[in-house]
Nanobody
Framework: QVLLEESGGGSVQAGGSLRLSCVAS????????MGWFRQTPAQEREGVAY???????TYAHSVKGRFTISQENSKNTLILQMDSLKPEDSAMYYC??????????????????WGQGTVVTVSS
């Protein structure tokens, strides 16, 4: 069992920055990959960024160059630094853990554990 808890969401004006954190507890180990996803009421959940089993970061095209994903304290803390935020980045952001690292950004159905989410609102 893996527990994930996100924090750091909030409201910011366009062009601003936010830093999301996700603390993992439980049976998290090197067999898991971790990533960030987001969802709005009008859209399905989509992948934002994740760190693969080789430590490489992969980003959705819409956030590449603006967001940076990283890990601290081994795999226990996942960070999403969001810069140059746009109104279209407004969403509920979720942290997720994928046992076996087979989900990637697009195969959301293969991600195994999810946090409760943190809200990001970007005003124009």
């Amino acid at each position: 069992q893996v527990l994930l808890e996100e924090s750091g969401g909030g409201s910011v004006q366009a062009g601003g920055s936010l830093r999301l954190s996700c603390v993992a507890s439980g049976d998290i180990d090197s067999r898991y990959c971790m990533g960030w996803f987001r969802q709005t009421p009008a859209q399905e959940r989509e992948g934002v960024a994740y760190i693969g089993d080789g430590g490489e970061a992969t980003y959705a095209h819409s956030v590449k160059g603006r967001f940076t994903i990283s890990q601290e304290n081994s795999k226990n803390t996942l960070i999403l630094q969001m810069d140059s935020l746009k109104p279209e980045d407004s969403a509920m952001y979720y942290c997720s853990a994928d046992y076996g690292c087979d989900g990637g950004v697009s195969r959301i159905d293969l991600w195994d554990y999810w946090g409760q989410g943190t809200v990001v609102t970007v005003s124009s």
